[in-house]
T-cell receptor
Framework: EPEVTQTPSHQVTQMGQEVILRCVPI?????FYWYRQILGQKVEFLVS????????KSEIFDDQFSVERPDGSNFTLKIRSTKLEDSAMYFC?????????????FGEGSRLTVL | QQQVKQSPQSLIVQKGGISIINCAYE??????FPWYQQFPGKGPALLIA?????SEKKEGRFTISFNKSAKQFSLHIMDSQPGDSATYFC?????????????FGKGTHLIIQP
């Protein structure tokens, strides 16, 4: 069964450092997303991406965050200068169709720990 | 208004029993209501979803009940099994409003005791 894969599974970084989280969405999917989950809390939407541009972003997704699809397969989330409160599990997701018409498939997540 | 309120926070059910998790919302633009199941160390996985044009949807042992006037929806797990032990999230989306991002509830940690 096709799946969304994410790397790294866990990254530890110092506050102020740049972090890049990588995702390989399901190959025929057109819509890509990043969500985050702070430990023990709910999953929160960060950003959606379609046709090589951001489609929607939440208030969490400030200027410190950026997304890119550098080639035909990878989808990355960059945090420019990490803060302690960025520590969370970051989930990549993809869907064939948008919104409620397309099932969202999540990866297993990348745990980011900012010290 | 964007919140989805989920209860209970945790739930213990005996094997074979019915597990019931409830969610409530305020935003009347929400028009898609999925439930996600998450096992430790894994990402959320879609379990079942409903749109407000129906009041109930059943898939195997899992049923969503939807009350549009009360702005509430619930997940029922019949004949609950130990393998159902996981965290369950309700979510909502205003897809008709052009939104892309799901709004999740805070999750329910379900334990099925053998």
């Amino acid at each position: 069964e096709p799946e969304v894969t994410q790397t790294p599974s866990h990254q530890v970084t110092q506050m102020g450092q740049e972090v890049i989280l990588r995702c390989v969405p399901i190959s025929n999917h057109l819509y890509f997303y990043w969500y985050r989950q702070i430990l023990g809390q709910k999953v929160e939407f960060l950003v959606s991406f379609y046709n090589n541009e951001i489609s929607e972003k939440s208030e969490i997704f400030d200027d410190q965050f950026s997304v890119e699809r550098p080639d035909g397969s990878n989808f990355t989330l960059k945090i420019r200068s990490t803060k302690l409160e960025d520590s969370a599990m970051y989930f990549c997701a993809s869907s064939l169709l948008i919104g409620g018409d397309g099932e969202l498939f999540f990866g297993e997540g990348s745990r980011l720990t900012v010290l | 208004q964007q919140q989805v309120k989920q209860s209970p926070q945790s739930l213990i059910v005996q094997k074979g029993g019915i597990s019931i998790i409830n969610c409530a919302y305020e935003n009347t633009a929400f028009d898609y209501f999925p439930w996600y199941q998450q096992f430790p160390g894994k990402g959320p996985a879609l379990l079942i979803a409903i749109r407000p044009d129906v009041s109930e949807k059943k898939e195997g042992r899992f049923t969503i009940s939807f009350n549009k006037s009360a702005k509430q929806f619930s997940l029922h797990i019949m004949d609950s099994q130990p393998g159902d032990s996981a965290t369950y999230f309700c979510a909502a989306l205003a897809s008709g409003g052009g939104a892309d991002g799901l709004t999740f509830g805070k999750g329910t940690h379900l334990i099925i005791q053998p």
